[in-house]
């Protein structure tokens, strides 16, 4: 039996975790306070990945590594004292094991862009959160260990709570109260199920020939938000609520007095204009194709159905 570790206990961590599990591999998932989900085939571990010395014998015997830990903080100053540190921690580790590591990676290593967004545009951002992305890229590229960057637009799916289409979007859906989303709702926009995600980066992991790559995660047409704001109304049986924006410029404003709001509106671009992932040429080479949007939708509706059962 392979051993795979996944690194933290987040929605891609958890799920990676999961999917790993069902398909009968042993798991060891490490996280700072032992946490993520239950399974016989999961080993949980207290285990902090940015510090020297912790991950040789959590990494024994790995053929994989799936390092999805995030920054504490959505602030690039954050992202930019914890991340690299975390990741060459595990780049040098998981050298010493021989095994490859895998990232879920976002799409702001390519800033704005016109047209679709495919594998082969530049990836060379410099500023805030989305200079960080992009030196990360280059530390992976430089590391003698192999790795696999798959790349994802916004989430949506089990598991996804923090997100424009997390726990914003669903719950405020299913009570019928007004959906007020980021800029316009009008333009369209790609969302990426987490379950395609997970199941990219372990069909990547397998598959030598794909090291040392950046792909696409699968990711089902791009939609406007006031569709998915449809879409799952419809999916759930409950009546369509209004949509209304929150124009750029209040977050603009916000950001004079709001780091939180400042960081917000970085990357606002994404919703003010078409934002469209293409996966295209990834789902080839993965031998992958998205979930049908109306299947994953119907699966985050249960989930949150069952989030609210449980909280009741």
Request: aromatic share 6%.
């Amino acid at each position: 039996m392979s051993v795979h570790v996944v690194t933290g206990a987040g929605p891609v961590g958890s799920t990676v975790a999961l999917q790993l599990a069902e398909a009968g591999e042993q798991v060891r998932l490490l996280t700072r306070s032992g946490s993520g989900p239950e399974h016989p085939l999961i080993d949980r571990r207290r285990v902090d990945v940015s510090r020297r010395g912790h991950l040789d014998e959590a990494f024994a015997g790995a053929l994989a590594v799936h390092h999805c830990i995030h920054g504490s903080a959505y602030d690039a100053r954050v992202w930019r004292a914890e991340l690299p540190v975390a990741e060459r921690m595990v780049l040098d580790a998981a050298g010493r094991a021989g095994a490859v590591v895998t990232f879920p990676e976002s799409l702001y290593s390519y800033g704005p862009v016109d047209g679709p967004i495919t594998e082969d545009l530049p990836r060379a951002a410099t500023t805030g959160k989305l200079g960080v992305r992009t030196d990360l890229l280059a530390q992976r590229e430089a590391s003698a260990t192999p790795t696999v960057s798959v790349a994802a637009s916004d989430f949506y799916g089990p598991l996804v709570r923090n997100a424009h289409a997390g726990e914003r979007m669903v719950p405020t859906v299913l009570a019928g109260r007004t959906m007020r989303v980021l800029g316009s709702p009008d333009q369209p926009h790609s969302f990426t199920y987490v379950p395609d995600l997970a199941a990219a980066m372990i069909a990547a992991a397998a598959r030598e020939d794909l090291w040392n790559s950046f792909l696409h995660a699968p990711t089902a047409p791009a939609l406007t938000q006031r569709q998915l704001v449809e879409r799952t109304a419809r999916t759930a049986g409950v009546p369509v609520p209004k949509v209304s924006s929150i124009p750029l410029w209040v977050l603009r404003a916000s950001g004079v007095v709001s780091r939180e709001m400042r960081e917000l509106a970085e990357t606002s671009y994404m919703f003010t204009a078409p934002f469209v992932l293409d996966s295209t040429a990834s789902e080839q080479r993965l031998g992958l194709a998205p979930t049908p949007m109306d299947d994953g939708l119907a699966a985050t509706v249960a989930w949150w159905r069952t989030q609210e059962r449980a909280a009741a």
